[in-house]
């Protein structure tokens, strides 16, 4: 039922009344779908308090933000790109957008000047769903979903990818922009 919404490189936005404290009004980039072993992704909008300098000794000084990529292994580090010229050996996730490769590698293209943060995403933890879960959610209409771009997951505010998303999708799913987080305050 959901095979077309459901798949590596769709978006999963957090519906606005969504309650759950790790993914309240987020953007979820679906990295791996399976029906048979569950999905992954990573939490897009959520930043992590600590740059990758600040994380990590060997790229001290530098100011790349991380995100919270969700609440599974929340001690390791992730992160997806878009160079597979620069990059080789990551998984492609749709076109453009790549998952993984050698960190080594990344932290010397970093520090060389020739990835930037339109470039590369850090995250903290992945989100995960083991077989059938996620499916529940969407039939609780937890989740809506739209398919990823380059723009959206690199270059975007990261305090806007949960508005440009459901602006993306269109339609009247562009009214739930302006719901309150929590309606009884409106």
């Known amino acids: 039922m959901y ?26 980039l679906l990295c791996e779908y399976s029906t048979t072993l569950g999905c992954m992704g990573f ?19 530098n100011d790349f933000p991380v995100f919270i990529g969700g609440p599974v292994q929340k001690d390791h580090l992730f992160f997806i790109h878009n160079q597979p010229d620069i990059l080789q050996d990551g998984i492609e996730i749709i076109s453009g957008i ?16 020739f990835l930037d943060e339109s470039n590369v995403k850090f995250f903290m933890g992945y989100s995960g769903w083991e077989m059938g879960q996620l499916e ?14 380059k723009q959206l997951v690199f270059t975007t505010n990261p ?18 922009i302006n719901y309150p987080i929590d309606p009884l305050l409106n």
């Not at 095979?3 to 979820?28: H, W, Y």
């Not at 790549?98 to 000047?113: A, R, T």
């Not at 529940?136 to 771009?149: I, R």
């Not at 305090?159 to 799913?173: D, F, M, P, R, V």
């Open 3 to 28: 095979m077309e919404e459901l798949q590596k490189g769709r978006l999963l936005i957090a519906d606005p009344f969504l309650n759950d404290p790790n993914f309240l009004r987020t953007v979820v």
């Open 43 to 61: 939490v897009l909008n959520k930043p992590y308090e600590h740059t990758i300098g600040e994380l990590l000794q060997v790229m001290e000084g």
């Open 98 to 113: 790549f998952w993984g490769n050698d960190i080594e590698e990344v932290f010397e293209k970093i520090k060389s000047g």
């Open 136 to 149: 529940h959610e969407m039939v609780l209409k937890s989740w809506l979903t739209t398919g990823a771009d």
């Open 159 to 176: 305090k806007n990818i949960w508005q440009e998303a459901l602006q993306k999708k269109g339609g009247k799913y562009t009214q739930l």
